[in-house]
Structures are given as structure tokens and as C-alpha cells.
């Protein structure tokens, strides 16, 4: 049967359960775990689960641990269709923050668009350590099975299901609005900020998700959603680095990271520039907030307030490898609505909207919100290729502000891959023209070296066997004897004797002479 389905989720927030700062807005989705189906008598079964394209396992809360917590939990003895995956094999997983203890089961997912869909594997949360903190059940790791626990026998993510059972094709794509952005535009925040379009980029019968064209970069390794940034600047100037230490050791695009987050040198430079830019514009404004932990709630940090100095800084902006020419690259722009990102930050007794920096200093690049807020993005793993386009159509009314543009480089985008992936990646092969970048390794040589030697020697070695065939035909040539014998007239041959030989030659001698 061909896969041709196409489902259609929905983001949606709870502004309930922000109790704390540390509980980043993020993406979340109703998932009805289990029987019954999704339906108005599910709710005990139906859950809120974090969207992470950075992770690759599926679990949910259980009693087990998460009794005294403000969370919904899952039990598998309640739903008919919950079997064990692997032998309830236990799992652990660990992130940036935070870790779970689990075991494998398997149960039927369902949601308001999505019908019943069968035996889909997550695991069963038995313990945890800050990882239910922030106001959902469970989450949804949607990168590879690659980087999925346990290593031995990774679980298949629910989209790797759905493929293998060919309910759909091998590709998702997310409408990331922004949870707080409506707010810029002077509209309140609704519950839904964005959605998710499973086996396609847009679901039959929908708005489109975006606006303009969509542009794609290639995936350079199937473990998290691994890119190729090619360059980063700010109000329109390079930062000139080079565009392998941005993809050192790897640069990735993740929905379930909040900020921006660039290596430690690249930061230095982005925050250096952005402080003084920021600074220009508000000279009050504290060096505290210049930290991805400290919240901005002065007025001039009001989300709400279109006016702001801060609105008017210039744009980040983010370039990256384009899919089928290695000569040129797309860039993204990243206004100052994004990068000072819009947060709910909560003291206990009042909530307050508030702005807070939202680049961080890290290990490599990861894409998080920042970026994608504003963005429909297109996870094409049948063709391993990222696409993206302009989110428009929010359903929380939020207008994105960012724009896509296509420029040459001077050089390959080759030139980016990190030197730890050259040799496992899927852009480069060993052999050129048969993918779009070749590298030259120690080996290499070896091997030019080695074959070398072999083309010389095997022409030293036919050198020789041809000489010695010549001699051998020299050698083999007939005797003059054996010559005559074979010119003279078969009457003067018939015998064998050396005398009739000479003889012959003699009475030959004389024909001629008494000729002349």
C-alpha cells in the first residue's frame, strides 16, 4: 500500500502551568495515549506532550514517579491496547537538563485530526530528575532512531512507525509561530501558536502554512537534524569566522531548545555587538539582562509594546548550505523581536510578559527557537533535506518578520563540514562526482602513491615480456639451410643429404652464370 496519508496537529499552549522562568514557552501537543481513542470521554488518557526535534524517544509520566507533581500520568494496566515493547526493556535518557528512567511499551496515539494509529513505541516514566518541571506529561522525540536509547535496540520514533506501516511518507513539517509573538502584532496569545503537518508539508484542504518559496538545505547526518550553516552576521556585516566553526562539531535544528545557541568565540563576538547596539538605542539599560537567565521586565521589554527601542535593533542573521549548488546559500534574518525573546516570567503571585536574551553560549550550533519562530520548516527524510519558508497563517495571528534570501559564495559550502564528520557524512564520498563534495584524506594519497608503483611496475613487467617474446622470435627464426630447403625445386629436395645440397647450390651457380 502506498503511504499518502497526511495529518495535521496542533501546537498548543497552557499558560497554567508557567510557574517559573526556568519552564521556557516551547511547543507542546495533545497526544489521546491508549483506549479509548481520542474522544470528549479520553481526557484521562489524553496528554501534553513537549515536541523535541532534538530527541528521538517518546515517554509519558507515570504514577511511579510523578504522583506528587503537577502532571498528568499514564498507566498502561488501564488501556486495552498497551503491550511491552523489547520485553519492557528499561531505558534512561539523559538531556542538556534534566533525565528519565523508563520502561518500552507500545499503545495506540490518537488526536482531534489524527485518527487511531497502532502499536507505536515510548517508554513509561518510572523516574526523573528535573525533567517534568515544565508543565507537560511527556515528550515527543521526533530526530532519528539513530540517537534513540537504549543504543543496543533503539525504539522507533512515531514517525518511523507510521512510515514503516505506510501510513505516511517519510516527512513532517512544523509551523512555529511563536507562542508570545501575537503580542507585537497587538493580538492576546491564543492557545494554539503553530502546528504539525505529518507526511507532508501542508495538509489537504488547509491554508497554506507559509508564504513565498521554500528553500532546502541538505541533512548532513541522519542522527539529530543536522545542517550547514555557512555564516552568521549582524545588521547586514559577516561576523568572519569560518563557516566550519559554526559546524564544529555539528550544527543542528531543534524545537525543543528555546535560544540560539552558537560556540564560545562566535558568542563573544554576537553578544559584543548586540550590547552595544542595544545599548546605543537604551543607554539605561542594565548589563544584567545580557544573559540568557536574567528576565527584562522594564517596560521597554513589554512584548506588547510595538514601540519599543529594542525593536528597532538591527537583525542576526543565519546562512546556510543550499540544497543542489555548493556555490550558494540562503540567509535567514532574525529580528530583534526574536532574539529578544518573549517570555511569561512568574514571582509566585503574578505573571508578568517579559523579553529575555535568547542567544546562548555552547558546543556547536543549535537552531533552536529563536530561529525557528516565524518559520515553517520542512523535515524531508525520504530526500534528507531541510526546507524552509515564511510561517504565515498562524492561527494566533502572529505575522512573522523574518525573511529568506538566496546569495552566491566564494567558495564550496563543502568547506563548512567540520573536520570530525568529513569521513561520516552524507555529502562527501570517497570517489569524486558522485556526491556533492569529495575531500582528500592521508589514504588517499596512499592509494594514488600504491597505484603508481603497480602502473609502473606492470609496465617494467610488459617491457620485459616483450622483449623476451623478441628475442624468442629472433631465435626461432629458420637456418639458411632450412630456407633453401624450402625455395629449391622439390625434384632437387627429395633428398635429405647435405652433398645433394650443395650440389644443388653449385648447378644453381652455373644456370646463372651461362645465363649472363
Known amino acids: 500500500m502506498k503511504a499518502s496519508m497526511v495529518y495535521l496537529l496542533e ?117 526523573q530528575s528535573n525533567f517534568l518541571d515544565g508543565g507537560f506529561d511527556g515528550i515527543l522525540g521526533m530526530a532519528y532512531s ?49 502546528l504539525i503537518v505529518l507526511g507532508g508539508i501542508q495538509a489537504p484542504n488547509t491554508t497554506a502554512p507559509y508564504r513565498g518559496n521554500i528553500v532546502y538545505s541538505p541533512i548532513v547526518q541522519k542522527k539529530w537534524y543536522v545542517v550547514l550553516v555557512t555564516n552568521m552576521g549582524y545588521n547586514g556585516v559577516s561576523l568572519n569566522y569560518s563557516c566550519s566553526v559554526y559546524n564544529t562539531p555539528k550544527s543542528i535544528v531543534d524545537s525543543g531548545t528555546s535560544n540560539l545557541v552558537v560556540p564560545t568565540s562566535v558568542y563573544t563576538t554576537l553578544l559584543s555587538q548586540i550590547q552595544a547596539a542595544t545599548l546605543a538605542a537604551i543607554p539605561s539599560f542594565p548589563l544584567d539582562y545580557f544573559s540568557d537567565s536574567v528576565a527584562c521586565c522594564e517596560s521597554y521589554c513589554d512584548p506588547s509594546d510595538a514601540s519599543s527601542p529594542l525593536l528597532s535593533l538591527p537583525s542576526i542573521t543565519v546562512s546556510m548550505a543550499l540544497d543542489g549548488n555548493t556555490k550558494e546559500h540562503f540567509t535567514i534574518t532574525i529580528p530583534p523581536t526574536y532574539y529578544w525573546r518573549p517570555i511569561s516570567a512568574s514571582n509566585g503571585f503574578t505573571t508578568s510578559n517579559c523579553r529575555i536574551y535568547g542567544i546562548s553560549e555552547g558546543t556547536g550550533t543549535m537552531l533552536g527557537n529563536v530561529f525557528m519562530d516565524g518559520l515553517h520548516i520542512i523535515h524531508d527524510r525520504e530526500h534528507s533535506q531541510m526546507g524552509f519558508a515564511i510561517a504565515d497563517n498562524c492561527a494566533n495571528k502572529a505575522n512573522s ?54 602502473v609502473f611496475c606492470g609496465a617494467i613487467v610488459v617491457y620485459l615480456y616483450i622483449v623476451k617474446r623478441i628475442r624468442r622470435s629472433r631465435n626461432a627464426s629458420p637456418p639458411l639451410q632450412q630456407t633453401l630447403l624450402e625455395n629449391t625445386p ?20 652455373t644456370a646463372q652464370g651461362s645465363k649472363d
Open 401 to 454: 518578520s523574518k525573511t529568506i534570501s538566496i546569495t552566491p559564495i566564494s567558495t564550496s559550502w563543502c568547506d563548512c563540514i567540520a573536520s570530525t564528520m568529513k569521513t561520516d557524512n552524507l555529502l562527501s564520498s570517497y570517489w569524486p562526482g558522485s556526491k556533492p563534495c569529495f575531500f582528500w584524506f592521508w589514504w588517499d594519497y596512499v592509494i594514488i602513491v600504491a597505484a603508481c608503483i603497480i
Open 11 to 127: 501546537f498548543v499552549h497552557e499558560y497554567s502551568n508557567i510557574m517559573h522562568l526556568c519552564n521556557d514557552l516551547a511547543y507542546y501537543m495533545k497526544l489521546t495515549i491508549g483506549e479509548p481513542v481520542y474522544s470528549n470521554s479520553s481526557k484521562k488518557n489524553t496528554f501534553t506532550m513537549l515536541l523535541d526535534t532534538g530527541s528521538s524517544n517518546a515517554a509519558v509520566a507515570t504514577s511511579s514517579c510523578c504522583s506528587k507533581l503537577s502532571v498528568h500520568t499514564y498507566s498502561c494496566t488501564s488501556s486495552s491496547t498497551c503491550k511491552s515493547y523489547n520485553n519492557g526493556e528499561q531505558v534512561q535518557v539523559n538531556y542538556v537538563i534534566g533525565s528519565w528512567t523508563g520502561n518500552m511499551v507500545q499503545d495506540t496515539f490518537s488526536s482531534p485530526n489524527m485518527s487511531a494509529l497502532p502499536n507505536i513505541p515510548f517508554a513509561t516514566i518510572t523516574s
Open 146 to 194: 539513530s540517537i534513540a536509547e537504549p543504543q543496543n535496540e533503539p525504539p522507533m520514533t512515531m514517525q518511523e512507525a507510521l512510515v514503516s506501516q505506510n501510513i505516511i511518507k517519510d516527512i513532517f513539517s512544523l509551523q512555529l509561530c511563536g507562542v508570545l509573538q501575537p503580542y507585537v502584532n497587538g493580538y492576546l496569545p491564543t492557545a494554539d501558536s503553530g
Open 490 to 509: 622439390s625434384a632437387i629436395l627429395s633428398s635429405n643429404s647435405s652433398d645433394h645440397i650443395l650440389i644443388a647450390q653449385e648447378e644453381h651457380r
